[in-house]
């Protein structure tokens, strides 16, 4: 079992930046492909960006050059780094992981979830 606790949200500006952390238990960022995806109302959840085991990263066309997704294995943490917020970035934020040699983006390899959080970017 993987425990994942985001952090980070709240409400900022268009053209403005977050953070989002994710807590993980001990081990799971440097042994897990984790990921973070995010679901607005009224759609369905859509990934964002993931990491894997050997740091490699990828990101949705959408985000590409605006967010950054890094990990530090020693605090068992992973981050998204959100610059140029727009308002359609807009969302409940999640952040996944799964113990896989395959990562990928989409939600339904995952199987450990943290509880979400909320980012909200006004115009």
């Known amino acids: 079992q993987v425990r994942l606790v985001e952090s980070g949200g709240g409400s900022v500006q268009a053209g403005g930046s977050l953070r989002l952390s994710c807590a993980a238990s001990?081990?799971?960022?440097?042994?897990?492909?984790m990921g973070w995806f995010r679901q607005a109302p009224g759609k369905e959840r859509e990934g964002v960006a993931r990491?894997?085991?050997?740091?490699?990263?990828s990101y949705a066309d959408s985000v590409t050059g605006r967010f950054t997704i890094t990990k530090d294995n020693a605090k068992n943490t992973l981050y998204l780094q959100m610059n140029s917020l727009k308002p359609e970035d807009t969302a409940m934020y999640y952040c996944?992981?799964?113990?896989?040699?395959?990562?990928?983006?989409?939600?339904?390899?995952?199987?450990?979830w943290g509880q979400g959080i909320q980012v909200t970017v006004s115009s």
């Open positions: 990491i894997d085991r050997l740091d490699s990263a």
């Open positions: 996944a992981a799964v113990y896989s040699y395959m990562c990928s983006m989409s939600s339904s390899d995952f199987a450990y």
């Open positions: 001990a081990y799971a960022t440097s042994n897990y492909c």
